[in-house]
């Protein structure tokens, strides 16, 4: 069945790079997204990727896809405070409007 | 402003007492969805609407009812909540390309 899987914790330091990883497995999907979570908050989307893409660049985002692994991943370059949060990795099921969501990365940013 | 309006915003209410949650979209989307989220586990897919009048069960569709008498509205309804259905609820409108969501409900049912 489809699955997209991702690691639950993350703690980098501010200033530092980050890397949330997220496999998916349906090789049909459209469109993957990276999608944040803040606290109290409900999702907003971050940035999405075309399956045809192999990288997306947005400001300090990159966003890489690897279709033969199936294998997404979000690079947050200079890690603020502001972007401790929930990151949720989903993707769209071909021919519906179903997102699948993985389990949310939860990143943590020290000072 | 793109928006999807859920209330309330917290709710406790005890095992058994019918409750309903609210929610409202402003982009005219066909579907819309709701989702309940749990630690660990992600966001899970309760029920989803094609368009109006068209409802269908999503992964955790048990213990619950919805109901799309219009476009706009979506409403979650728990006839007899228990305790397992505490958690975190959001609703969402989607387009092709993105999905809209609400800023959430925290039930609590005790």
């Known amino acids: 069945g489809e699955d997209v899987e991702q690691s639950l914790f993350l703690s980098v330091r501010e200033g530092d790079s980050s890397v949330i990883n997220c496999t998916y497995t349906d090789s049909s999907s459209t469109y993957l997204y990276w999608y944040k979570q803040e606290p109290g908050a409900g999702l907003q989307l971050l940035t999405y990727i075309f399956s045809n893409m192999d990288m997306k660049q947005d400001q300090r985002l990159t966003v890489l896809l690897n279709k033969k692994d199936k294998h997404l991943s979000l690079r947050i370059a200079d890690t603020q405070t502001g972007d401790s949060a929930i990151y949720f990795c989903a993707e769209i099921i071909s021919g519906t409007y179903k997102y699948i969501f993985g389990t949310g990365t939860r990143l943590k940013v020290l000072a | 402003e793109a928006q999807v309006t859920q209330n309330p915003r917290y709710l406790i209410t005890v095992t058994g007492k019918k409750l309903t949650v609210t929610c409202s979209q402003n982009?005219?989307?066909?579907?819309m969805s709701w989702y309940r989220q749990d630690p660990g586990l992600g966001l899970r897919q309760i029920y989803y609407s094609m368009n109006v009048e068209v409802t269908d069960k999503g992964d955790v569709p048990e213990g619950y009812k919805v109901s799309r008498k219009e476009k706009r509205n979506f409403p979650l309804i728990l006839e007899s909540p228990s305790p397992n259905q505490t958690s975190l609820y959001f609703c969402?409108?989607?387009?092709?390309?993105?999905?809209?969501f609400g800023q959430g409900t925290r039930l609590t049912v005790v």
């Open positions: 982009m005219n989307h066909e579907y």
């Open positions: 969402a409108s989607s387009s092709h390309t993105e999905a809209f």
